[in-house]
Each structure stands twice: as C-alpha cells, then as structure tokens.
C-alpha cells in the first residue's frame, strides 16, 4: 500500500513540475500607457498563412494569461494588439536595457535612462508583442529561447511554457481591474 501511495506521490509531483521557466527577456516603450488598458484582440496575419504566427496553442495561452490579469478580449478596437512570433531560425535581435517596467511605472516618469542591447537569438525564439491600436506602435515585447536548444514549437507543453515564461514577465493588471474585484468582494462579504 506504501508503494501506491509513493508512486501516486511521484506522478502527482511530476504534473506540476511539466512548466520549466525560459529565460526571457523584455522591454517596453515608455510612450506605453500600461494603466489605461483595458481590452486586447490577437493579430491575425492577412494574405497567404504565414504558419510561425498560426498557433491555438499559443493564442488560447495567450488569451488566458490576459483573462488572467482582467483584460478583455474584443475585435471592436481594443487597446492592445497582441502578436507573436516563432523563429525557427536563429536572429539578431535588438532590444533594450531598462528598469522593470513595475519600477518605472512607480516612479511616474515619462523617460527613464535606457540602453540599446544586441541579442544573438538561438534557434526556436518565440517573441510576443503588444501594440497600443491607438498609438500604432509597439509598446512591449518579451522573447524567450532555450540556452542548450530551441524551442520545439511542435510540442504544445514546449509552447505554453513558452508563452507563460513570456508574459510572466508582463504583471499589468487592466485598468479598473483590482478595484472591481475589491467591490465584488466587499458586495459577497456583505450582502
């Protein structure tokens, strides 16, 4: 009987274990206005399917991890604009040295020092973006790749870990968001 108990113990362990942090990296555009968001749309490509961005396993992880933070999804001018990428190759990339966004967020200033940074990606590179619909422009973008091999973007536990590692790094709750779930709260605890 001890043995079932150890090997149920075991699997049990191995289940929670399956998600395997990335090594990721992440900047932002200070022009971004990270507080005032609300809603968010996936891009889809146009004209001839382009396979590296055409993936239900990364939009539905996608979707979940913006449910998640209290975004709404809409096709009706959202204000983000979440894409993705899969690289399969390997790339130069160029991103950027600065705060964490949370650090720059708390500090309310417009500008904070930033470096340019070159990254020599290796091959299975997923990069996400968001793009504020109002401004047309990117105003965050997190890339995660394995250090001793690529991404295996045929292996749908490789991708949502991926995807998790990724906006991991994205802690933005949608604008009115906590407030709303203090009020739901407070209305359960009194009635």
């Known amino acids: 009987m001890n043995k079932l108990y150890l090997i149920l113990f075991v699997l049990a362990l191995n289940s929670c274990i399956g998600y395997k942090e990335l090594p990721v990296e992440y900047d932002y555009s200070y022009k971004g206005n990270f507080k005032k968001y609300k809603t968010f749309d996936l891009m889809k490509p146009l004209g001839i399917m382009d396979s590296s961005m055409n993936s239900a396993v990364v939009e539905k992880s996608i979707a979940a991890r913006m449910k998640?933070?209290?975004y709404k999804k809409t096709g009706i001018r959202p204000h983000l604009i979440v894409s993705y990428k899969m690289f399969s190759d390997s790339l130069r990339f160029n991103g950027y040295t600065q705060p964490e966004i949370e650090t720059w967020l708390k500090a309310?200033?417009?500008?904070?020092?930033?470096d340019k940074r070159k990254?020599?990606?290796?091959t299975g590179t997923l990069l996400?973006?968001?793009?504020?619909?109002?401004?047309?422009r990117s105003v965050w973008q997190g890339y995660a790749t394995m250090f001793y091999g690529n991404i295996d973007f045929g292996n749908q536990r490789h991708l949502r870990n991926a995807v998790i590692?990724?906006?991991d790094k994205y802690r933005i709750w949608a604008d009115g968001f906590l407030d709303q779930q203090a009020k739901n709260e407070e209305e359960v605890s009194n009635p």
Request: proline share 4%; hydrophobic share 30%; aromatic share 20%.
């Open 128 to 136: 996400i973006q968001f793009y504020d619909r109002r401004q047309n």
């Open 68 to 70: 998640f933070l209290g």
């Open 119 to 122: 990254y020599n990606l290796k």
């Open 165 to 167: 590692s990724i906006l």
């Open 108 to 114: 309310g200033k417009n500008e904070m020092p930033y």
